[in-house]
């Protein structure tokens, strides 16, 4: 490992810093953003006693920094509080939550790193061969990622709900196009055995597939980038001149060479599995820990909120370390 001990120590002491800054940034904007969490939880006959012996009760009567000392002391032992809203420990909310969005991240991940390095490699190809028509269906191909990684993601998921869910029944499209929009199973939950899992796999696939989607158009970027760099190094040259297979070029020698930033990518989108993505959760109530942000935001909750920016914090700047760490040993050009 380049510089050692020394140098691991000073980028595990840079990215607690950043979390440090990430976490104590967020405790002060949800402070000063606009809304009482108290008078959100008063009920309507409350008055101004009322009110005020809600905030000491949920520990907002003291100033800001007394608040915040008190809140980081119990972070660091692991308290993350309770939720305004439910009265239960944060950590357990985080953990029911955890496990939707550990499926729904996971699947769309995994899809989104095969379609996106085999368009990217489709494209690094076509461009590669140098001809009219290859350079055309680069271009094409290049036009619709773009155009697709920059489209929001909440625009997506309700154009999928209004093509598969509402367009489907109207326009008399066959029963298995017709696809669940909301929750992870049937609302009746009478489904048992294969039938139950074939709903939860139906309740899948609208939020994967506008996931997956923006993610591979996002990867194939960086998949047709590390392929044409590779594709134009010498080696490549050198294996052509030996005669060997196209394919031999793109997979033995192109494509090694194209898969250590590949992999530092995967590394570094990892923590969007457990993120996932708040607004495609949101729009398909999917019960996972983007709609519990949404949900805990809207409320006011402040410990749910705090509690999840620790988490996705800490995930991506771990992810970015251990990446960082791993790339010396991935591309022996580096080291």
Known sequence: MPGGLPALARRVVGALALLWLVVTLTFVLVR????????????????????????????????????????LAATLRGDLGASFAQGRPVRALLAEALPATLLLGGLSLALSFALGVLIGAVQAIAHARGDRRGRRADAAITTLTTVLYAAPSFWLALGAIALFT????????????????????????????????????????????????????????????????????????TARAKGLA????????????????????????????????????????????????????????????????????????????????ALPWLDPRRR
């Open 166 to 237: 509402a367009g489907a029944a109207r326009w008399g499209l066959p029963a298995w196009l017709r696809l669940p929009a909301f929750g992870v199973e049937d609302p009746a939950g009478e489904l048992r055995g294969w039938s139950a899992v074939v709903d939860r796999a139906r309740h899948l696939v609208l939020p994967v597939t506008v996931l997956a989607a923006v993610g591979a158009a996002g990867i194939a970027r960086y998949a047709r980038a590390a392929l044409l760099d590779a594709l134009g190094g010498d080696f490549v040259r």
């Open 32 to 71: 000063l953003a606009p809304g009482d969490a108290a008078a959100l939880l008063l009920p309507p006959t409350g008055d101004a006693a009322d009110l005020a012996r809600l905030r000491a009760t949920l520990g907002l009567d003291a100033p800001m920094p007394a608040q915040y000392a008190r809140w």
């Open 246 to 325: 196209p394919r031999a070029v793109y997979l033995r020698h192109a494509l090694r060479v194209a898969l250590p930033p590949l992999v530092v990518l995967l590394a570094l989108a990892l923590p969007g599995v457990v993120a996932g993505s708040v607004f495609v959760e949101h729009v398909f109530a999917w019960p996972g820990m983007g709609r519990a942000m949404v949900q805990a935001i809207a409320a006011r909750d402040y410990p749910v909120v705090l509690g999840a920016t620790v988490l996705y914090a800490a995930l991506t700047l771990a992810a970015n370390l251990a990446a960082d760490l």
